[in-house]
């Protein structure tokens, strides 16, 4: 699992540990890494999932030690916290780097270890902002708009080949990267916010139910339907988010 050192990652990983896997994650910050692996009984490797090179390098280690893997979840990412033109071309890269291609790249590398499982699971953290464009977060959205296109084109590439795709949009989360209860301008938005823990048993009910896309809260889905039949209406009425 990419994103393993805190948020939903290590909520994930601990919610696996308990029902019995033995996660290996991927970040860049060793000691958390470390913390959260000895709680769920895991594993580490340090890796900076935008670094193509690097991930390969990761994957070859983690597939001599696990030939076989029934479960690859790729879940980092960071916001953009500006505006197209606000943000730092450098964050912008980072931004699509991050969010975007890591999500490429390791399904590449884990690929034979997935495939050598005979059956297995891939489960894709996206965002509601993948299905709706918010004011003010464009670069974030974009990234998660070409992640959301990436996790469903693959179900079908991936047909035939026992890997299911599950894709999941979840909205407001408090986590460390995205801070929402104390960066949200509106109190009915701070409301809506959950907790990474809400997400990790999500993912972990979608996988074992094999649901293909879902949202979290479920009445997201929502805001993705008014995005698609009367485009430009959320850009309007939504306040600035990130
Ligand atoms: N929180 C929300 O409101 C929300 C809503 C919808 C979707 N999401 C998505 O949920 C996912 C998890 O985010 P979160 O909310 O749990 O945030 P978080 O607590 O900040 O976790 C982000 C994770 O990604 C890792 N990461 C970031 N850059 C990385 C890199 N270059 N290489 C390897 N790992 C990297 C971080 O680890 P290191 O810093 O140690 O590398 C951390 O483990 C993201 O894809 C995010 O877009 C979040």
Not at 20 to 40: I, K, M, N, T
Not at 143 to 148: D, G, N, V, Y
Request: one cysteine or more; aromatic letters at 6%.
């Amino acid at each position: 699992m990419t994103g393993g050192s805190s948020g939903i990652g290590a909520a994930l990983a601990q919610e696996l540990g308990k029902r019995g896997w033995r996660p290996v994650l991927l970040a860049r910050r060793e000691d958390r890494l470390r913390e959260v692996a000895g709680e769920c009984d895991g594993e580490y490797e340090v890796c900076d999932v935008g670094d193509r090179e690097a991930v390969e390098r990761a994957a070859r280690r983690i597939l001599e030690r696990h030939p076989r893997i029934a479960l690859l979840v790729n879940n980092a990412g960071i916001p953009g916290r500006a505006g197209f033109l606000d943000i730092e071309p450098a964050r912008l890269e980072e931004v699509l780097r991050i969010n975007f291609l890591a999500g490429v790249w390791c399904l590449r590398a884990f690929l034979p270890g997935l495939e050598a499982a005979g059956r297995a699971d891939l489960v894709n953290v996206v965002s509601v902002a993948g299905t709706v464009a918010w004011p003010a977060s464009g670069p974030y959205s974009a990234s998660k708009h070409a992640q959301l296109a990436f996790s469903r084109s693959l179900a079908g590439e991936l047909r035939g080949r026992g890997i299911t795709v599950h894709t999941v949009n979840p909205g407001f989360v408090e986590t460390e990267g995205f801070p929402q209860r104390g960066t949200l301008g509106s109190t009915l938005l701070r409301r809506v916010v959950i907790d990474p823990d809400d997400v990790a048993r999500h993912i972990v009910r979608v996988v074992e139910r094999g649901r293909r896309e879902t949202f979290v809260p479920w009445w997201y889905r929502s805001a993705a339907l008014v995005q698609a039949i009367v485009p430009g209406l959320l850009a309007r009425v939504v306040p600035r988010s990130r």
